[in-house]
């Protein structure tokens, strides 16, 4: 039916929708009435906000004269919804807070959903020095009068989606008409629209769905709580995914170097910038291929070292009671074990705790003669160069591709190890994200 449907059996039309709702303890029937006037409302009161209700509703409804003048003001209300079709459609706006209101026999829904989860958090999934301190909101409203507010331009578009899972939960795309790429948006809707999945609780879970490939080692969309990211993304002709719930968007199509790239760049100056940079794919390097390099040489190639180093690195060994390539994944194993307790910690004791563990067990490790002076240092340079990467999801397929190049010179030396490296460039070019190149070096229309 449409907003404003003539309906003479309005309220049995209620009576049907309450018994549907039943026997949930929060659903609310009611039925005001004053000189000959009445009005019915149908709510869940654990999603309606009482004072909304009160001065939007109830109050005005005994202030008017002529119940004619209440159906007027409804009808002008800016919190008044579109009225779906269906039954089960209209149960679901009923969920997210929406007030059913019959007047002269025509249906109305206001939108009066209390918002308990409406505070901006701080940005601590990309934390910088400089730049916009505050992320984003759990609420979708929010989140787009965030992006509203740092966006004054009529070309931003906000379209609204529902999810077809169980939670129904509300999306909103966001991108500038005048500079996102044609077909990119055509596409993130085809696979939004046959999601075929039971329930998505936050943007970290869409992304994988929206990608058509959850076990994709490197991810194709970008996880971002930063509003000035999501401008600087938007500007560029990209995507923005928010989920009603989630304090972080989903930027798509993405390519590699953009994981590389940190907020923090934009606000130094151009020096500084390209120091920062090339320390950032300096240690991309080291923590791939450094735990290879020491397996490679120290196993296959002890003659790419001086002779002096490579004698030094001999010495450390002695007394190790196995080869070096399992002296390696032990070690990157415990550096694992290290960084995931550091996560699950209490933040107040995660520093020190996992501090003292790595001292007491790397020298305990080394004072037992189950691992070298040398590989302590080459693990721990690995451990600190992963957090060199801005973004987390790129950090995790680092993590688990060094494993990867640590097999290849394991089993063929050094020239294994160029072999990997290669074998993954050429996977990352057959990459793409929404059909753009995954290796692309440069976006910008």
Same mark, same amino acid.
């Given at each position: 039916?449409?907003?404003?449907?003539?309906?003479?059996?309005?309220?049995?039309?209620?009576?049907?929708?309450?018994?549907?709702?039943?026997?949930?303890?929060?659903?609310?029937?009611?039925?005001?009435?004053?000189?000959?006037?009445?009005?019915?409302?149908?709510?869940?009161?654990?999603?309606?906000?009482?004072?909304?209700?009160?001065?939007?509703?109830?109050?005005?409804?005994?202030?008017?004269?002529?119940?004619?003048?209440?159906?007027?003001?409804?009808?002008?209300?800016?919190?008044?919804?579109?009225?779906?079709?269906?039954?089960?459609?209209?149960?679901?706006?009923?969920?997210?807070?929406?007030?059913?209101?019959?007047?002269?026999?025509?249906?109305?829904?206001?939108?009066?959903?209390?918002?308990?989860?409406?505070?901006?958090?701080?940005?601590?999934?990309?934390?910088?020095?400089?730049?916009?301190?505050?992320?984003?909101?759990?609420?979708?409203?929010?989140?787009?009068?965030?992006?509203?507010?740092?966006?004054?331009?009529?070309?931003?578009?906000?379209?609204?989606?529902?999810?077809?899972?169980?939670?129904?939960?509300?999306?909103?795309?966001?991108?500038?008409?005048?500079?996102?790429?044609?077909?990119?948006?055509?596409?993130?809707?085809?696979?939004?629209?046959?999601?075929?999945?039971?329930?998505?609780?936050?943007?970290?879970?869409?992304?994988?769905?929206?990608?058509?490939?959850?076990?994709?080692?490197?991810?194709?969309?970008?996880?971002?709580?930063?509003?000035?990211?999501?401008?600087?993304?938007?500007?560029?002709?990209?995507?923005?995914?928010?989920?009603?719930?989630?304090?972080?968007?989903?930027?798509?199509?993405?390519?590699?170097?953009?994981?590389?790239?940190?907020?923090?760049?934009?606000?130094?100056?151009?020096?500084?910038?390209?120091?920062?940079?090339?320390?950032?794919?300096?240690?991309?390097?080291?923590?791939?291929?450094?735990?290879?390099?020491?397996?490679?040489?120290?196993?296959?190639?002890?003659?790419?070292?001086?002779?002096?180093?490579?004698?030094?690195?001999?010495?450390?060994?002695?007394?190790?009671? !196995?080869?070096?390539? *399992?002296?390696? /994944? =032990?070690? $990157?194993?415990?550096?694992? %074990?290290?960084?995931? &307790?550091? +996560?699950? @910690?209490?933040?107040?004791?995660?520093?020190?705790?996992?501090?003292?563990?790595?001292?007491?067990?790397?020298?305990?490790?080394?004072?037992?003669?189950?691992?070298?002076?040398?590989?302590?240092?080459?693990?721990?340079?690995?451990?600190?160069?992963?957090?060199?990467?801005?973004?987390?999801?790129?950090? !995790?397929?680092?993590? *688990?591709?060094? /494993? =990867?190049? $640590?097999?290849?010179?394991? %089993?063929?030396?050094? &020239?294994? +190890?160029? @072999?990997?490296?290669?074998?993954?460039?050429?996977?990352?070019?057959?990459?793409?994200?929404?059909?753009?190149?995954?290796?692309?070096?440069?976006?910008?229309?």
């Amino acid at each position: 039916m449409d907003e404003n449907t003539e309906n003479p059996n309005t309220p049995e039309y209620m009576k049907r929708l309450t018994k549907k709702l039943e026997p949930s303890d929060d659903i609310v029937q009611n039925t005001l009435t004053i000189e000959g006037k009445k009005v019915h409302l149908l709510f869940l009161k654990s999603v309606v906000d009482p004072l909304q209700l009160q001065s939007v509703i109830v109050k005005p409804f005994f202030e008017m004269k002529e119940e004619r003048h209440y159906a007027e003001y409804i009808n002008s209300l800016p919190y008044k919804t579109k009225l779906p079709s269906g039954d089960r459609e209209v149960m679901i706006e009923l969920t997210k807070g929406n007030v059913l209101v019959m007047v002269n026999n025509q249906l109305t829904l206001l939108e009066l959903k209390i918002v308990a989860n409406n505070m901006v958090q701080e940005a601590d999934l990309e934390p910088t020095m400089h730049g916009p301190q505050m992320g984003m909101s759990e609420s979708l409203e929010i989140n787009i009068n965030i992006i509203r507010q740092r966006y004054h331009d009529p070309s931003l578009i906000v379209e609204t989606l529902e999810l077809d899972e169980q939670s129904n939960r509300g999306i909103a795309l966001l991108y500038d008409k005048d500079r996102v790429r044609p077909g990119v948006l055509d596409k993130i809707k085809e696979r939004l629209q046959p999601l075929d999945v039971e329930l998505v609780q936050a943007a970290d879970e869409l992304i994988y769905y929206l990608n058509n490939k959850k076990r994709s080692l490197f991810p194709t969309s970008l996880l971002s709580g930063r509003p000035d990211r999501l401008i600087n993304n938007i500007t560029a002709g990209k995507v923005i995914i928010l989920v009603d719930g989630s304090p972080h968007a989903i930027v798509t199509p993405i390519v590699f170097f953009d994981f590389m790239a940190s907020m923090e760049d934009r606000y130094h100056s151009y020096w500084i910038m390209v120091g920062a940079m090339v320390l950032r794919y300096g240690g991309l390097f080291t923590c791939l291929m450094l735990p290879g390099i020491y397996v490679g040489v120290t196993s296959y190639n002890p003659d790419v070292f001086r002779t002096e180093l490579a004698l030094t690195v001999a010495a450390s060994r002695i007394g190790v009671p !196995y080869p070096s390539f *399992i002296e390696v /994944f =032990f070690m $990157l194993i415990f550096i694992e %074990l290290l960084t995931e &307790a550091s +996560l699950r @910690l209490p933040v107040t004791i995660s520093a020190t705790a996992t501090t003292v563990g790595g001292l007491i067990l790397g020298t305990a490790v080394v004072e037992a003669a189950l691992a070298s002076n040398i590989i302590v240092i080459v693990v721990s340079l690995v451990a600190i160069s992963t957090f060199v990467i801005p973004v987390n999801e790129m950090s !995790y397929a680092i993590r *688990i591709c060094r /494993f =990867f190049l $640590l097999l290849y010179a394991t %089993l063929f030396g050094l &020239a294994g +190890l160029v @072999l990997g490296m290669l074998g993954l460039i050429m996977f990352l070019s057959n990459k793409d994200s929404l059909g753009q190149p995954y290796l692309r070096m440069y976006w910008w229309n």
